[in-house]
């Protein structure tokens, strides 16, 4: 008889499936029998994984026949622990998330399931999908991001709220957000955009067109959004964001030195800093200094739920946080990708300038700025915008769960699960945009052409971004000053996209300038 070291494991599965596992060091050794030393040939630690292991693929196969006889999408849940995470990672690196999705699809159909950053996902694709994840009402899904996600944009933003809640953060964002809104400050956004473009480039031959673009969206949003002055703070808040925006779809490990791990001290600072805005806010308006429509801040530090409760500080940081990153990192995307669009392509550098040149005739005729209806005018700028969010959208997909078991395309998809939904099976569809691959912005021509939850780089019905006509007078303004004062090249023929998980330029878009002034 030989006697081994056991551990001794107490497995207890709650009704929701969360594994606890215990583990207690016990030997069961009689007096006359010697104890494996480490190095021997089946040493204690190998002992203590095997078991590990075997509890753990009882424990996954115990979960699968929960299901058993109901007909889940086909799919691969991968590996253990980081499922299908580390290719999906890979294709994104290698600006190749397209083809992963696309792979999928054409081996297991338009509704796949997957596991992606520890958690287990169904992929949903296609215009049907995408109605059926943006028609809001009781469809079955609430917001709910993977923990990577909610650790960095928080538990509380309008991305994770629903029903009542949801509406009154988002009536609170469109105070500001709204084109009536908008009509009233885009004059000031575009003094703003020129300032910091020619205190940017001021004196320089050339530039980073990435870190150009994010560095003057960022300005413009804390000055209009959330009236942060010009200094230290502003230049500390610019670089957290950037290290945030980096670990929101990294592998959750807190660790130092990992993506995760610096955006989440990034993430602290951050709220800091907004929590020292707030009480200055609170003060400022008990003071009657500033009144609850003043800006972003003060709306939300006064804004008051169906009960007439404030909102909690955490609630107003974590929809300060996704307002920030929303609002310039996406726009930023946008006008890169245009930068160096126009730097390759003559023919659509000379219709943008063409255009141009009209607006600047209706600026100099009304004392030097843009008002609301020049920048409507813009429409073949805009249209070349919508046709770069086609091919490359600022933001390739995102999250969801189910709030109960709901079947769709002839699937049963369980409850707790994670949807994901994507752009790239509806943008690059040749039957709804032919020739998906060509750069077409006549495209946008008629909208009405266009079918319903076929065109989704700013979502879709009832869940489409409130801040999507402030992105685009934003870029528009942008790109009006940067066509009217530069020339520019690249200095890296073919550079590559990658996504850090967004799409940029791998190496930031390093530019050529020459200053030039254009006549109306």
């Given at each position: ?180 809104s908008l009509q009233r400050i885009v004059g000031e956004m575009d003094s703003l955009v020129k300032q910091q473009l020619f205190q940017e480039l001021n004196g320089k031959d050339s530039t980073h067109g990435v870190r150009l673009m994010k560095r003057i969206t960022f300005k413009v949003t804390c000055s209009l959004l959330f009236g942060l002055p010009e200094g230290k703070e502003k230049d500390a808040l610019f670089a957290d964001f950037i290290l945030a925006a980096k670990g929101t779809l990294a592998i959750p490990l807190d660790l130092p030195g990992t993506a995760f ?240 998980p967004l799409p940029y330029p791998a190496m930031g878009l390093p530019l050529k300038l020459k200053p030039k002034k254009i006549c109306a």
């Amino acid at each position: 008889m030989i006697y081994l070291c056991v551990p001794r494991f107490s497995l207890y599965i709650n009704p929701n499936m969360h594994l606890h596992l215990h583990t207690q060091l016990t030997m069961e050794v009689p007096s006359n029998l010697e104890v494996p030393s480490l190095d021997s040939k089946l040493p204690f630690q190998t002992i203590i994984l095997v078991t590990i292991i075997v509890l753990l693929g009882a424990y996954f196969k115990l979960k699968v026949s929960l299901h058993r006889g109901k007909n889940l999408p086909p799919g691969s849940l991968g590996f253990p622990f980081v499922g299908e995470t580390l290719s999906f990672l890979k294709a994104q690196k290698q600006d190749k998330t397209v083809q992963w999705i696309a792979d999928r699809i054409t081996k297991y159909g338009p509704v796949f399931k997957t596991s992606l950053i520890s958690s287990k996902a169904i992929v949903i694709t296609g215009q049907a999908g995408n109605k059926l994840v943006f028609s809001g009402g009781d469809n079955g899904f609430v917001s709910n991001l993977p923990q990577s996600l909610s650790s960095i944009l928080g538990k509380h933003s309008i991305f994770e709220v629903t029903g009542s809640r949801h509406k009154l953060i988002r009536g609170a964002m469109m105070t500001f957000l709204k084109p009536e809104s908008l009509q009233r400050i885009v004059g000031e956004m575009d003094s703003l955009v020129k300032q910091q473009l020619f205190q940017e480039l001021n004196g320089k031959d050339s530039t980073h067109g990435v870190r150009l673009m994010k560095r003057i969206t960022f300005k413009v949003t804390c000055s209009l959004l959330f009236g942060l002055p010009e200094g230290k703070e502003k230049d500390a808040l610019f670089a957290d964001f950037i290290l945030a925006a980096k670990g929101t779809l990294a592998i959750p490990l807190d660790l130092p030195g990992t993506a995760f791990g610096n955006a989440i001290q990034a993430r602290r600072r951050i709220s800091k800093l907004f929590s020292q805005l707030i009480s200055r806010k609170r003060r400022e308006m008990e003071e009657g200094k500033v009144r609850p429509d003043d800006n972003m801040v003060s709306t939300f530090v006064a804004l008051k739920d169906e009960n007439g409760e404030l909102l909690p500080e955490e609630e107003i940081i974590d929809n300060f946080v996704i307002l920030m990153m929303a609002s310039h990192d996406t726009t930023t995307i946008v006008l890169s990708m245009f930068l160096r669009l126009l730097a390759r392509d003559a023919e659509v550098r000379g219709k943008v300038l063409e255009e141009q040149r009209q607006a600047l005739k209706a600026r100099e005729e009304n004392g030097g700025k843009l008002g609301w209806s020049d920048v409507q005018k813009m429409k073949y700028t805009w249209r070349v915008s919508q046709e770069l969010m086609r091919m490359t959208p600022p933001v390739f997909g995102n999250f969801k769960r189910t709030s109960r078991d709901i079947s769709f395309g002839g699937f049963h998809i369980p409850k707790g699960w994670q949807i994901m939904w994507v752009t790239s099976p509806t943008h690059m569809d040749e039957k709804i945009f032919s020739e998906p691959e060509k750069f077409n912005p006549s495209r946008f021509e008629n909208p009405r052409s266009i079918p319903p939850y076929a065109y989704i780089p700013f979502g879709a019905g009832h869940r489409i971004c409130p801040g999507a006509d402030f992105a685009r007078s934003e870029v528009l303004l942008l790109i009006h000053h940067l066509v009217t004062n530069y020339e520019w090249a690249e200095m890296i023929p073919n550079e590559p996209i990658i996504r850090e998980p967004l799409p940029y330029p791998a190496m930031g878009l390093p530019l050529k300038l020459k200053p030039k002034k254009i006549c109306a």
